[in-house]
């Protein structure tokens, strides 16, 4: 290959295709020379590779938060009326069924998205999907039975998926002509063991954090209620599962309706922060299926939650005032399906006030107070930015 004053971009294989190759009658007496790879040759690698520790993080988030929604859609528009037709419609059973299974394969689109966010190969990509699906725990084996059940541990799969995509950008060059050999096993034998090694330590996280909430309900129920729901706003934006924390402390009444107040809170928020930049369909996203799709937004920027926090306290308010309450299992979900407001509702026998109050509490005040704060913290105190909402989703 004859070298040129200048050095092309490489391509992922670590050759020039702008290059004139060995044979080409452009060679000159020093073509030998010049042959011979030079230090910046060697020294050069793949675009892929060259990654801030924040970069790969920004990679990891952004694949883990709209994995989550893509999983989380088809049951949150789905599932909850499906659940009431098909005693009417057994025929929609199967329906029902595809959007269950939807949610319990959460962690192998997390995994591929992962991938497709680090520009790797399909094999690299689903090779992380595999091990991201056997570590987090929606799998479980009993009696030689392989079943999904749920949709396994946030933060495992998070964990996971880093360590694959780690995994990937230390072997998958080195080892491209057999990559499809070599990648599939190391990814999956390496990352998903070691994910799967974790999941328990990563869940004692979450019931830890469980028991930080649990505390909280030794509290005079106003400041209970205001509390619940601000912590539940900001955990539906992290990776640690609301609906895992509310189900492991097993909180309910009062207080779980105030958990759901405040997802629908941050849900709500984080549409009206967002919509000029993020249009319709993504803002109602974040309500409908959920507000965990902003978590690299959050985690990047911290502050992009306040308005959807002062939101919170005041909807946990409004909360115990009306008498909201709630279950262990319809608790952490917020407006996803609409299990918040229709436990709440059925719970009391779609009665007039009940319905007037569901309205009230999980549609008029987070609204209400959304277009508040938003004003807020964007004119009067200016915080925050449109910009700072936008999520790159392409």
């Not at 319990?104 to 595999?130: C, D, H, K, Q, Y």
Request: proline share 6%; hydrophobic share 55%; aromatic share 6%.
């Amino acid at each position: 290959m004859t070298q040129t004053s200048d050095v092309g971009v490489l391509d992922r294989s670590g050759t020039d295709p702008e290059q004139p190759h060995k044979g080409s009658s452009a060679a000159t007496p020093g073509a030998q020379a010049a042959d011979a790879p030079t230090d910046r040759e060697t020294s050069a690698i793949p675009p892929v590779r060259r990654l801030t520790a924040m970069a790969f993080t920004m990679n990891v988030l952004n694949g883990m938060a709209l994995g989550v929604i893509i999983s989380l859609i088809p049951g949150a528009f789905l599932g909850e009326l499906l659940k009431a037709v098909v005693p009417h419609a057994p025929w929609l059973a199967v329906v029902l069924q595809a959007t269950t299974m939807s949610t319990s394969m959460m962690a192998v689109v997390i995994g591929f998205l992962v991938g497709l966010n680090f520009s790797f190969t399909p094999i690299e990509s689903a090779s992380i999907a595999i091990a991201t699906q056997f570590a987090a725990g929606a799998m479980v084996v009993k009696d030689g039975v392989m079943t999904l059940k749920g949709t396994g541990d946030v933060i495992t799969m998070g964990l996971t998926a880093a360590l694959a995509a780690g995994l990937v950008l230390l072997i998958g060059e080195k080892t491209r002509t057999y990559s499809i050999l070599v990648v599939p096993v190391t990814v999956v034998v390496v990352a998903g063991v070691a994910g799967r090694i974790l999941l328990p330590y990563d869940m004692a996280i979450t019931a830890a954090i469980g028991r930080g909430v649990e505390h909280l309900l030794t509290l005079q129920p106003v400041v209970m209620a205001m509390l619940i729901a601000l912590v539940f706003s900001v955990l539906i934006l992290s990776p640690v599962t609301t609906v895992g924390i509310a189900l492991a402390i097993s909180i309910s009444g009062i207080g779980a309706g105030a958990a759901n107040l405040g997802v629908c809170a941050a849900g709500f928020g984080f549409a009206i922060l967002g919509w000029r930049v993020n249009g319709p369909g993504v803002s109602v996203a974040h309500f409908l299926g959920s507000p965990k799709m902003s978590m690299a937004t959050f985690l990047s920027r911290p502050k992009v939650a306040i308005p959807s926090m002062c939101s919170a306290i005041v909807c946990g308010l409004v909360g115990v005032l009306l008498g909201i309450d709630g279950t262990p299992m319809s608790a952490g979900f917020g407006w996803a399906g609409g299990v918040g407001p229709l436990s709440f509702m059925s719970s009391h026998g779609w009665q007039v006030d009940a319905v007037l109050k569901g309205l009230v509490a999980f549609v008029a005040a987070p609204v209400g107070f959304g277009l508040l704060f938003n004003h807020v913290f964007k004119r009067v105190v200016p915080l925050v930015a449109d910009e700072d909402y936008r999520l790159h989703l392409d």
